[in-house]
């Protein structure tokens, strides 16, 4: 019936799951539409909230020298705020494009700056030449403004075309539990949009247009090495699957398998990350570390899709039946990085700005990726 979603995109988990219905809606047509994926970054440089964004996304690292008691961090030049911002609208974007790569819709990604997102909305649905806008609304403020009610009112008004807006209802346990599961599906996607980075390098590289940029390559395997192994299926584990099993005995199996496949995960990353040190840097067409590489890269993603097709189809529509609202909300709580499982030196903040980096890098909504 439609032939071209626009979808808004922010950092929120309503974005998260609005993009899940956008793609299903997409793909429930006789003939799929396509996608466009939209973000607008907000012009903050000069704004009394963009200096409080700036002070709020200062580094991490410890500060790099005291006065006294009084610890100093370093804030951020205008240009690396730029540059973080401009990053995390890429890395917004590359989730959204896996999980439509995921369900096999076509899919683009547009994104402007501007301070008034309602009209760049508007603007962007008339310029990708949209017919039909799906957006969630929140009541969010600041970067999140993008999807806030007001806007989504606005966009109603001033569209001149039909506007889906999605929204979080029901009980509140199943508002916990969207929100939750909003959570773990983002985590998969970043590892999806990885996945596609790594295949998008490694065809540049065989069909000879850019040799094998070695050193990007293995901060990609990096990621796939290490963010499920430390804390995507260290949380799953600790939360979620502790959680049920507390409930009794359903799941038991299933969470067996998942457990295993969590395992064989971290031996099929083992083992591209063998293949990319084997790899020589600027290798190009018919290289035989390129071949290895790319049977390394293609095991790890056929068992990383098998296996997070059984957690979203199989474990958390079970969990849906069986977790109670103060359940839900631990879980949300775990994969959001405020209930710290233990496990390994490097915090969900810094796996999420390492992500935003390496998107940055890669330009990885840029490319097509095929799934
Ligand atoms: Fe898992
Ligand atoms: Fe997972």
Redesign the pocket.
């Known amino acids: 019936m439609y032939k071209h979603l626009l979808v808004p995109v922010d950092e929120s988990e309503l974005s998260v799951a609005n993009v899940g219905e956008a793609v299903k809606l997409a793909r429930s047509f006789a003939v799929p539409a396509r996608v466009t994926f939209f973000h607008a970054t907000a012009d903050y440089g000069a704004s009394v909230e963009g200096s409080r964004a700036r002070a709020q996304m200062r580094d991490r690292r410890p500060p790099l020298f005291t006065e006294g008691t009084t610890m100093r961090v370093p804030e951020l030049t205008p240009s690396e705020y730029s540059e973080r911002v401009i990053g995390s609208s890429r890395a917004l974007l590359a989730k959204a494009c896996a999980a439509a790569a995921a369900a096999g819709v076509g899919y683009d990604t547009h994104s402007v700056i501007s301070d008034q997102p309602a009209e760049a909305i508007v603007q962007a649905g008339r310029d990708c030449g949209c017919d039909l806008i799906v957006m969630a609304s929140h009541g969010s403020t600041g970067l999140r403004a993008l999807l806030s009610p007001s806007v989504a009112a606005k966009v109603m008004r001033q569209a001149g075309m039909p506007v889906l807006v999605t929204r979080s209802e029901g009980t509140d346990t199943q508002v916990e539990a969207s929100r939750a599961i909003a959570l773990i599906q983002d985590e998969h996607r970043s590892l999806a949009a990885a996945i596609y980075g790594m295949r998008r390098r490694l065809s540049q590289a065989i069909d000879g247009s850019a040799g094998l940029d070695r050193e990007f390559f293995g901060r990609l395997v990096s990621y796939l090495q290490n963010f499920?192994e430390r804390r995507?299926?260290v949380k799953?584990e600790e939360s979620l699957h502790r959680l049920l099993r507390e409930h009794g005995d359903q799941g038991r199996d299933v969470m067996h398998q998942?457990e295993a496949?969590?395992l064989e995960e971290y031996r099929l990353a083992d083992a591209l990350h063998t293949a990319w040190l084997a790899c020589g840097e600027g290798a190009v067409g018919a290289d035989p570390g390129l071949a290895a590489l790319q049977q390394a890269v293609e095991a790890l993603a056929a068992h990383v899709w098998q296996?997070?097709a059984l957690?979203e189809e199989s474990l958390l529509p079970l969990a849906k039946q069986v977790l109670d609202r103060a359940d839900w909300r631990e879980v949300a709580e775990t994969f959001e990085g405020h209930r710290d499982p233990g496990f390994g030196e490097w915090s969900d903040e810094d796996f999420r700005s390492y992500f935003t980096r390496v998107a940055n890098e890669a330009q990885l909504p840029q490319a097509p990726l095929v799934r």
Do not use: A
């Open positions: 499920p995507h299926h799953e998942l496949q969590h296996h997070m957690e």
